[in-house]
C-alpha cells in the first residue's frame, strides 16, 4: 500500500473555526505523504453520534475501494474520549472512537477486524483527552498511509459499541414505514427507507401499483425526477439509495413542517 496514492476521508464535528482539525491534518502531514484528504463534512452536531453514523453509511460506497480510509471524529462526550479503534472489511478502512459510530459500517461493510489502536508509536505521550484528534488519530492514520499493517496497530477487540439503528419496518403489505433520519442544508428530508425496501414489496404487488410517500397530513408523488409542474415536494430516490423529499424551489423541512425523527411511511395501492 505504502506506493499507492490513498484518500483520508474525514467526518467530523470539529468545524473550521477552531484549530482541531488543522492540528489533525498537520500530524497526518508530519509522518506521511502521496494521500489526499476528503472534507466529506465537518458539520455534524456537536456530538451527534447517528447524524455522523447515517452520513459514513450514505457516502462510503463511492470511494475507490482498498484505497480509502475514513476517520470520524465524532465523541459523545467532550473530553472523554472512547477507545480508539481501527475497523478494517473487504474494501474500506475506518478509524473512529469505540463510541457507536461506525454501527453502520459494521452493519453493511461487512467490517471483519477491530482493532483497539494502543502501539506506543502511534500515540503521543501525555494526550489530554482534549487532543487525541492529533495526538492518536493522526499519529495512526499517518503509519497507516505508510503501508503499517492493521495487524500492527493493537490487539483485536469483540465487545465494541454497536448501537441500535432506526430501520424501515413493513408494517402491512401494502406499507412500509421509517423515519426521517437527515435534513439537509437545503431543507431535503432523508429517510431510512431505501430502494430495496420498496422493490421488495413491489417485487409481490406487482411493478405496476402506484406508491406515495406519506409524511404526517402529507401525501408526496415518488418520482424518477422532478419536472415543471411537478407538486411543490416530491420523493426521489437520492444518490445513497435512500428515499428524500425535496422542495425543488423551497425547504422541504419549512414546507412540511418536518424535522429529524419524524414518521414517513410508503404505501402502495
Known amino acids: 500500500m505504502a506506493d499507492r496514492h490513498v484518500i483520508l476521508a474525514l467526518i467530523t464535528d470539529l468545524g473550521v473555526r477552531d484549530p482541531a482539525l488543522a492540528q489533525f491534518k498537520a500530524g497526518v502531514l508530519a509522518l506521511a505523504h502521496n494521500f489526499e484528504f ?6 455534524i452536531k456537536p456530538r451527534d453520534l447517528l447524524e455522523a453514523a447515517f452520513t ?9 475501494i482498498r484505497r480509502t480510509a475514513f476517520i470520524v471524529l ?10 480508539p479503534l481501527l475497523a478494517t472489511s473487504m474494501d474500506y478502512y475506518y478509524f473512529a472512537p469505540d463510541n457507536g459510530v461506525l454501527s453502520f459500517a ?22 489530554g483527552s482534549l487532543s487525541a484528534h492529533r495526538d492518536v488519530y493522526a499519529s495512526a492514520v499517518g503509519w497507516w ?35 426521517v433520519l437527515a435534513v439537509q442544508r437545503h431543507g ?29 397530513d402529507n401525501s ?18 437520492g444518490p445513497s439509495g435512500y428515499v428524500e423529499i425535496i422542495s425543488a424551489k423551497g425547504d422541504a423541512s419549512k414546507t412540511l413542517s418536518a424535522k429529524r425523527g419524524d414518521a414517513v411511511a410508503i404505501t402502495f395501492g
Open 56 to 64: 459514513l453509511d450514505r457516502v462510503y460506497r463511492d470511494f475507490p
Open 106 to 127: 459494521y452493519e453493511h461493510d461487512d467490517v471483519s477486524n477491530v482493532y483497539h489502536i494502543t502501539a506506543e508509536h502511534m500515540i503521543t505521550s501525555p494526550c
Open 38 to 43: 476528503v472534507d466529506i463534512t465537518h458539520d
Open 188 to 216: 431535503g428530508l432523508v429517510t431510512n427507507i431505501s430502494e430495496n425496501d420498496i422493490n421488495a414489496v413491489r417485487a409481490e404487488l406487482g411493478p405496476q401499483v402506484p406508491f406515495r410517500a406519506v409524511l404526517g
Open 74 to 83: 465524532v465523541e459523545s462526550l467532550l473530553g472523554a474520549p472512547r477507545r
Open 220 to 237: 408526496i408523488p415518488l418520482l424518477s425526477g422532478w419536472a415543471e409542474g411537478a407538486p411543490e415536494c416530491v420523493a426521489l430516490y
Open 145 to 179: 498511509v505508510k503501508g503499517l499493517d492493521p495487524t500492527n496497530f493493537g490487539d483485536t477487540v469483540n465487545d465494541h459499541v454497536r448501537v441500535t439503528l432506526p430501520k424501515a419496518q413493513r408494517t402491512s403489505p401494502k406499507e412500509v414505514k421509517g423515519i
